[in-house]
């Protein structure tokens, strides 16, 4: 049964004590319609009484003024928009918001206002971890050599590219070193990337001609790709490749310098967890704090 129940001003208050009577006679399973700032919401009643102690939940005994009845509906003067997420939580416990939701700190005021001081926390959290995480590749071609430069305003993201990029250095030779290929039955140096701050790392592959006639080549192999790249075109579309399926998206690229071929690209990536649900402490007393936990990890208990 869904409530709609036209009253006039002058016996607006009886209707509303009526009605405050019938919701509490209806079962859990009956509906209840909400006009919040003008967008109309139908949902059980069960959803509104997940949490006993927040606002929503007292509304239905009628002693709260901010709730009003307006032609049959509750009627809340509050944002209609970002009311959705506030019910999205109560019908599954669990904050789930588009990837490019941004307006944090007015949902948290809207949940802080119904009281439902599980989303809050919730929502402190998230506040923590909007920020995106920024990346730039600068990419320099001088002749037969590629440099690199790797920053990013995450350090775990830099270190985590030290871990999975190797440069290969072919010990100086006579032989003529060729781009296109890799030479067979050669002992190769692996080393690491140069970390010059916690924050940024650099590579070089290519060929290196500075000893006169023998010539030093690197190669770059970055994980899972087993691959050894001397090419720096090659080189820059694998890491390109390694950070989308990390999660980036590039956002933008540009020329640093015409005259020494510098060009830079730049990435972000939301670190947004996933749907996070609350975790009850075990006892009798109804819980007001919420303590975070991954659903996949509850779903492994």
């Given amino acids: 049964m869904i409530i709609d129940i036209f009253c006039s001003s002058e016996n607006q208050t009886h209707v509303f004590q009526s009605l405050v009577g019938s919701l509490r006679r209806m079962s859990s399973q009956e509906l209840v319609t909400l006009n919040v700032g003008g967008k109309i919401f139908t949902t059980r009643l069960s959803t509104i009484r997940q949490f006993p102690m927040s606002r929503l939940a007292r509304m239905l005994d009628g002693r709260d003024q901010e709730f009003k009845l307006m032609n049959g509906q509750i009627f809340v003067d509050r944002d209609g928009s970002l009311f959705r997420y506030i019910l999205d939580f109560l019908r599954t416990r669990l904050l789930s918001l588009p990837t490019d939701f941004s307006d944090y700190p007015r949902l948290r005021r809207e949940a802080n206002f119904y ?7 919730l929502l402190d959290q998230e506040l923590l971890k909007s920020k995106p995480e920024i990346l730039e590749v600068r990419f320099t071609c001088q002749d037969t050599r590629a440099f690199f430069r790797v920053f990013g305003s995450c350090s775990s993201t830099v270190e985590m590219l030290t871990g999975r990029i190797t440069v290969f250095i072919e010990p100086s030779a006579t032989q003529t070193w060729s781009s296109s290929s890799f030479p067979a039955q050669t002992t190769f140096l692996p080393f690491p990337p140069q970390r010059p701050s916690h924050h940024d790392l650099v590579f070089q592959c290519g060929s290196d001609n500075t000893t006169g006639n023998q010539t030093e080549a690197r190669y770059v192999s970055i994980k899972p790709d087993n691959r050894k790249l001397a090419n720096g075109t090659n080189v820059l579309g694998l890491l390109v490749d390694t950070l989308l399926k990390e999660g980036f998206h ?8 015409s005259e020494d071929n510098v060009e830079c690209y730049s990435f972000e990536r939301m670190n947004r967890p996933e749907d996070l649900t609350m975790s009850e402490r075990v006892n ?8 975070l936990m991954p ?3 509850q779903k492994k208990k």
């Fill in 115 to 121: 009281e439902l001081d599980p989303l809050v926390e």
């Fill in 250 to 257: 590039l956002v933008g690229t540009r020329t640093v310098s």
């Fill in 284 to 291: 009798s007393e109804p819980t007001i704090a919420a303590q």
């Fill in 295 to 297: 659903v996949q990890s």
